[in-house]
């Protein structure tokens, strides 16, 4: 017997999930993501370097920037490109718009809900205005500054190989937008302590994420269990591969082993490292390392909400135009790696180029990949000891588990439907 669920909702992209059942046990579990993939890479090949940007912020719509400064890096370390640390300190700024607009649709739009056993925001916005009220004014903050230094809040124009194409004369106008949304984000903290979590741990999952001076976000080395690699050696640490049940790859660490990237593995390595406020907020919220409940991932986003516009403001207050905004770029045959912090994990890019600076290779890894695996041992954990496997206790569990991780398929090509097995 076959019980099918209509697509997983709340989340972006499409998939299944398919559940093997003997004598009403649970005895396997399948996360198959079965949007068609689009070839990006290979869609690369033969593209001149300046259109690398422009093509991989498509990948998703929910983190754009991420995929541009995350191939910005890979052409710059490529041709010896050195951007100057005023342009630098600009995209951290843009960063960090994105960091505030994503992660405020992760909590208020997609993941709330759950929370409050509400099937949507709407229904949310209805027991608890106010909290829908402050999401918007939190995400409006991240949307304004991507609209200043990028051109638009969806899939930036302005950043480019060497720098900007374009930076304003000033930025003074984003600091009431960013007090107000660092203010809202504050009492969201405090309405927040009250929420229950189900007590569930992730066990034997290794936590990864980049280290750098702050709290990470733009570059860095990458971090697990004590030790740094450079981000020219991931693939030495970490594999994907194949499933033959679905588009998207699975990640492991190369002895076998799941890891987990995104924002618990952000706070396991780097607590230290987030600003005052972030720091104090997320005490109150009893958030210290090791933390492993995949469900408490909502606090830390807030708590990285937190960071990024405590750190947007100090940015903002200190901004001068630079007055060289792109630096040169000079092809060759070279090979590059960028490595940043999307706000749902690392994000992995590498490209090969000719004399000319067009693209002979591409190798994409995206954080939602890199916690597929993650993501299905946790639901096979969560459902074992089920012995109910109707279609409205399935998608009342499975679903919120998924956003616990990442509502961002897409990224990965690509949910969610449920299939039972009967065996």
């Given at each position: 017997?076959?019980?099918?669920?209509?697509?997983?909702?709340?989340?972006?992209?499409?998939?299944?999930?398919?559940?093997?059942?003997?004598?009403?046990?649970?005895?396997?579990?399948?996360?198959?993501?079965?949007?068609?993939?689009?070839?990006?890479?290979?869609?690369?090949?033969?593209?001149?370097?300046?259109?690398i940007?422009?093509?991989?912020?498509?990948?998703?719509?929910?983190?754009?920037?991420?995929?541009?400064?995350?191939?910005?890096?890979?052409?710059?370390?490529?041709?010896?490109?050195?951007?100057?640390?005023?342009v630098?300190?600009?995209?951290?700024?843009?960063?960090?718009?994105?960091?505030?607009?994503?992660?405020?649709?992760?909590?208020?739009?997609?993941h709330?809900?759950?929370?409050?056993?509400?099937?949507?925001?709407?229904?949310?916005?209805?027991?608890?205005?106010?909290?829908?009220?402050?999401?918007?004014?939190?995400?409006?903050?991240?949307?304004?500054?991507?609209?200043?230094?990028?051109?638009?809040?969806?899939?930036?124009?302005?950043?480019?190989?060497?720098?900007?194409?374009?930076?304003?004369?000033?930025?003074?106008?984003?600091?009431?937008?960013?007090?107000?949304?660092?203010?809202?984000?504050?009492?969201?903290?405090e309405?927040?302590?009250?929420?229950?979590?189900?007590?569930?741990?992730?066990?034997?999952?290794?936590?990864?994420?980049?280290?750098?001076?702050?709290?990470?976000?733009?570059?860095?080395?990458?971090?697990?269990?004590?030790?740094?690699?450079?981000?020219?050696?991931?693939?030495?640490?970490?594999?994907?591969?194949?499933?033959?049940?679905?588009?998207?790859?699975?990640?492991?660490?190369?002895?076998?082993?799941?890891?987990?990237?995104?924002?618990?593995?952000?706070?396991?390595?780097?607590?230290?490292?987030?600003?005052?406020?972030?720091?104090?907020?997320?005490?109150?919220?009893?958030?210290e390392?090791?933390?492993?409940?995949?469900?408490?991932?909502?606090?830390?986003?807030?708590?990285?909400?937190?960071?990024?516009?405590?750190?947007?403001?100090e940015?903002?207050?200190?901004?001068?135009k630079?007055?060289?905004s792109?630096?040169?770029?000079k092809?060759?045959?070279?090979?590059?790696?960028?490595?940043?912090?999307?706000?749902r994990?690392?994000?992995?890019?590498?490209?090969?180029?000719?004399?000319?600076?067009?693209?002979?290779?591409?190798?994409?890894?995206?954080?939602t990949?890199?916690?597929?695996?993650?993501?299905?041992?946790?639901?096979?954990?969560?459902?074992?000891?089920?012995?109910?496997?109707?279609?409205?206790?399935?998608?009342?569990?499975?679903?919120?588990?998924?956003?616990?991780?990442?509502?961002?398929?897409?990224?990965?090509?690509?949910?969610?439907?449920?299939?039972?097995?009967?065996?």
């Amino acid at each position: 017997m076959k019980v099918k669920l209509s697509a997983l909702t709340r989340v972006e992209g499409e998939g299944a999930l398919e559940l093997l059942l003997e004598e009403g046990r649970l005895k396997a579990l399948k996360l198959e993501i079965y949007e068609p993939p689009r070839f990006i890479e290979a869609l690369l090949k033969g593209k001149s370097y300046e259109y690398i940007p422009d093509i991989t912020a498509r990948i998703c719509g929910i983190c754009p920037v991420a995929y541009q400064f995350s191939s910005l890096q890979a052409i710059e370390r490529a041709f010896d490109a050195f951007v100057p640390e005023e342009v630098e300190r600009a995209r951290r700024l843009m960063y960090y718009g994105e960091w505030i607009q994503s992660h405020a649709l992760h909590i208020f739009f997609l993941h709330l809900p759950d929370f409050y056993r509400l099937p949507s925001i709407v229904e949310l916005s209805r027991v608890h205005k106010e909290l829908v009220l402050a999401g918007l004014d939190i995400k409006r903050a991240g949307s304004l500054i991507l609209q200043k230094l990028g051109g638009r809040s969806s899939h930036p124009v302005s950043p480019v190989p060497g720098g900007f194409s374009y930076l304003p004369e000033d930025l003074s106008d984003l600091k009431s937008p960013l007090e107000l949304a660092l203010e809202k984000s504050l009492w969201v903290a405090e309405k927040l302590r009250e929420l229950s979590f189900p007590n569930l741990e992730l066990e034997g999952f290794v936590f990864v994420s980049l280290v750098e001076e702050d709290y990470p976000i733009l570059k860095g080395d990458i971090y697990f269990e004590g030790r740094s690699i450079k981000p020219e050696e991931f693939k030495e640490y970490f594999v994907e591969e194949e499933v033959e049940y679905s588009t998207a790859k699975h990640a492991r660490m190369k002895d076998g082993r799941p890891y987990l990237v995104g924002a618990l593995s952000r706070l396991n390595n780097n607590f230290e490292k987030l600003s005052e406020l972030a720091v104090k907020t997320a005490l109150s919220l009893n958030l210290e390392p090791p933390l492993k409940n995949p469900y408490k991932s909502i606090l830390v986003r807030l708590v990285e909400v937190v960071h990024a516009l405590e750190r947007a403001i100090e940015l903002v207050d200190s901004y001068i135009k630079p007055p060289v905004s792109r630096v040169e770029i000079k092809p060759k045959r070279s090979e590059g790696v960028g490595i940043s912090e999307a706000p749902r994990g690392i994000l992995w890019h590498r490209y090969t180029f000719d004399e000319e600076g067009k693209v002979l290779s591409a190798d994409i890894v995206p954080p939602t990949s890199q916690n597929q695996k993650a993501m299905e041992l946790s639901l096979f954990k969560l459902l074992q000891g089920f012995e109910d496997f109707s279609e409205k206790l399935l998608r009342d569990v499975a679903e919120p588990m998924v956003r616990n991780f990442d509502p961002c398929i897409s990224c990965a090509t690509h949910f969610l439907r449920i299939r039972l097995k009967h065996v």
